[in-house]
């Protein structure tokens, strides 16, 4: 089918593009971008964009998808419909599932299932340990085979020094993508809540900043020492972003990501006891959140991901510090994003840069851009309209989000996944 969508707002940072013009589509690619159609071009159906945006379609670097196994809510066909809603066309599946990807068997029914589904690319993450356990290392060389785009431990980080630094020698010798979760076991010390004044008043287990940064600074030596690209995700402290501007500027290959919650709550939020707030890392201070959303201005955050975690609702009934940490993210990574453009003067092209070109770059995948030949994965935004979320409007078969309520402004009209329709917005 040839489609052609007409006076629209084309927003692709990859192409540093940002005009009012036509987009093309042809057997499922891009054909074209521009006022004049590619020759020979004639459209079987025209689509009238005046007034939107059209984005590329979103990559998520963290967006688990509970498949297979039930540790999560949700199934990859309920979680990727969920995704498309939100503009996302591609993502990360970490690999604490259930069983561990740390196997080609467990890669492979991952993309089977993902292909099946037919909504969204799925891109498995293997582990780097057998099962996680940070003890022995996985076959890291027949999870690339298989498909992996890059190896990490989840929540789960390698404790001891001497088993990442093997990790990563052996990773750098097949130029593997290290994904790297920054956490010290002993200085966590089973906390839930950031160690503050909140965490003081409210009597719950804190976890002081010295755990991620500690473990940071002990990554990034190790890193530089095995000379390998590395991303490290979801960093939550101040501190962390001042030690990867500082690894950038030696001239480090690093780079890292933040969950979007971390760029919208802090520790405050917690004041309520309310678990759908328990999330790992832990909010952290005002002086951190401002701190990450200064650093997605600047640039040394590269990407912004929703770390997806679809949970059931008993898994938040419980008490605060029992309960099961995660949000349900990826129908709010863009509307949140969308809502620091508006409100705290975030650049468009840079928020939108950070869930596209960016993160393809870091997988060193050709994803996240509308350049011609591409896959047509892209969505359309109504930019100026106005919406509540509501928990019953989710796809998401976990409602755990602390979002519900909020006030948010554009709507994702349609995404389109290889060039065919995958998600219509059918507003009430």
Known sequence: MRLVISNGRIIDPSQNLDKIT??????GRIAGIGDEAPEGFTPDQELDASDKWILPGLVDLQARLGDPGSNYAGNIASETKAAVAGGITSLCCPPDTSPVNDSQAVTELIQRRARQAATAFVMPIGALTQGLKGELLSGMYSLQQAGCVALSQANQPIQNALTLKNALEYAVSHDLVVILRCEDEKLKNKGVAHSGPVSSRLGLPAISPSAETSALARDLILVEEAGIRAHFSQLSCARSIEMIADAKKRGLPVTCDVAIHQLHLSEMDVMGFNSLFHVTPPLRSLKDKQALQMGLKTGVIDAVVSDHTPLEKDDKLLPFGESRPGISGLETLLP?????????GLDLMTAVRSVTQNPAQILGRNIGSLEVSNSADLSIIDPDAHWTLESDRMLSEGKNTPFIGW?????????????RPVYRNNPL
């Open 22 to 27: 036509n987009l093309y589509i042809s057997r």
């Open 336 to 344: 949140l994003l969308l809502k620091l453009v508006n409100e705290n």
């Open 407 to 419: 006030e948010f402004s554009g709507v994702v009209e349609q995404t389109f996944f290889q060039g």
